[in-house]
């Protein structure tokens, strides 16, 4: 039997959940091992990979940079920060050319601090805040440390007050944030008109399928899932050279290392992830070395005894 394991990258549409995307491949592969690598909201397209049996396991280990094309609306303040909320307050925006406009990116280019929109994900006392926001509470949300690597300015309609842009950033990322922001120090307004992830984890939006052509697709669903260790080559990489090791792997011991080895010794550090494999490209499992270098300890094991 084909293995079922590995990554589906979806293609999400406007008005469908992640979690609907997951419910949907459960049902389609039936099976209930599976799970999304990152949430995208209901009106945000683009990419959205999802881990099927094993591979749900491995997601800690996927690259967690998140690129997006997205839209900024000036001059609308809306409670949830984007075109889809109620509106708040409405003023105008400064009618400056593209140069300007870049130069005010520049506040949240590299390390920055956004506070997350009220209706968001974000726990607060066990709770997630958008369930506060729906009830009408009043709370603070704290800001949070993020990273933008990219930030470019793609195009800047100045009667409609539209900003176009692509952007590069870390996990936990909030684009609405950026937006809200952006019009605040423009001095006025601001709202996420449109957004679509164009990669996530590794994975880009050329990879992807939307669920209806999957649906479409019959016998050949399993053609589309790309196979885990194909997720990580990112991660160096240890060869198990016997079944001697590959015993010791599975059960749940450390592998002794050749520290006479000087390409094994360069390539592999000690606070990073390392995959092994078998001489057949055979995915084993995640470990990490100890600081002495003298042996690979197991993190997560395939098919453990």
């Not at 307050?89 to 009220?118: A, M, V």
């Not at 001095?187 to 649906?215: M, P, Q, Y």
């Amino acid at each position: 039997m084909i293995s079922q394991d590995g990554f589906l990258v979806i293609n999400k549409e406007r008005g469908c959940t992640s979690h609907d995307c997951v419910k949907q491949i459960r049902r389609f592969l039936n099976t209930k091992k599976v799970g999304h690598t990152g949430t995208l909201d209901p009106e945000v397209t683009g990419t959205l990979p999802i881990a099927i049996g094993s591979a749900t396991r491995f997601i800690q280990y996927l690259p967690q940079d998140k690129t997006y094309i997205g839209q900024i609306k000036l001059g609308l303040r809306t409670n949830t920060d984007d075109i889809h909320g109620k509106i708040i307050n409405q003023k105008d925006w400064p009618k400056i050319e593209s140069e300007q406009i870049n130069q005010y990116l520049n506040n949240f280019r590299g390390i920055i601090h956004q506070i997350p929109p009220q209706v968001s994900s974000v726990h607060i006392n066990g709770e997630r805040a958008y369930k506060k926001s729906f009830r009408n509470e009043i709370f603070e949300l704290s800001p949070r440390e993020v990273k933008i690597e990219e930030l470019i300015l793609m195009n800047w309609d100045k009667e409609n007050g539209i900003i176009k842009i692509k952007i590069k950033c870390s996990a936990g990322t909030y684009i609405r944030s950026i937006a809200r922001d952006l019009g605040n120090i423009l001095g006025s307004e601001g709202c996420l008109l449109k957004l679509k992830r164009i990669s996530a984890c590794g994975f880009h939006e050329e990879d992807s399928i939307k669920i209806s052509d999957l649906n479409r697709s019959n016998n050949k669903k399993i053609s589309f899932i790309i196979p885990t260790i194909s997720a990580l080559d990112h991660i160096s990489t240890f060869v198990v050279s016997n079944e001697e090791e590959i015993n010791f792997w599975q059960r749940g011991r450390p592998i002794k290392l050749n520290l006479d080895n000087p390409v094994l010794s360069s390539k592999l550090n000690s606070k990073e992830p390392i995959k092994l494999i078998t001489n057949q490209k055979i995915l084993l499992g995640i470990g990490f070395i100890n600081e002495e270098r003298t042996n690979l300890y197991p993190k997560l094991v395939l098919n453990a005894k």
